[in-house]
Each structure stands twice: as C-alpha cells, then as structure tokens.
C-alpha cells in the first residue's frame, strides 16, 4: 500500500496521533476503565492499550532499522 517505509511510518504516527485524540474525547460516560487482556502484560483499560500500541509500533520501526543495517541487506 505504501511506496516506501517512510510513507508508512508518517501514516503509523498519523495512525497512532488519530488513536490518541479519540481515547482523549471518550466522554465521562464511557467505560474507560473495562479492561481487555493482553496474552502478556494481562489486562489492559483502553488508554493502556493505546499507549501500548505506540510502543509496540515504536519496537517495529527499530527492528526494521536494525534489519535494513544489516551485512547483506538487499539495496534499495
């Protein structure tokens, strides 16, 4: 879908800015605190899991850097 990685990161971070901005307008009358369990870190309320996903994204970008600097890595 993307032509580069770089066109995919900005849409990552559009991605992860537009996720951040919907859990800050939930309204006082959601139930921001119901929890849906991570196989790992167990269960996680909404904003857990958005602040989560930006890491879990975070780890992605750095692995595929850490990939791309490898010996041997093809050439763009």
Known sequence: EYATLAEAAEAAVAAQEELAA???RLSEASNAEETYDHFLFGPLNCREWAV?????????????????????????
């Not at 996903?53 to 050439?75: C, L, M, S």
């Open 22 to 24: 919907f859990v800050n």
């Open 52 to 76: 989560f996903q930006r890491v879990h994204d975070g780890d992605h970008g750095g692995q595929i850097e850490k990939i791309k600097a490898a010996d041997g890595f093809p050439g763009a």
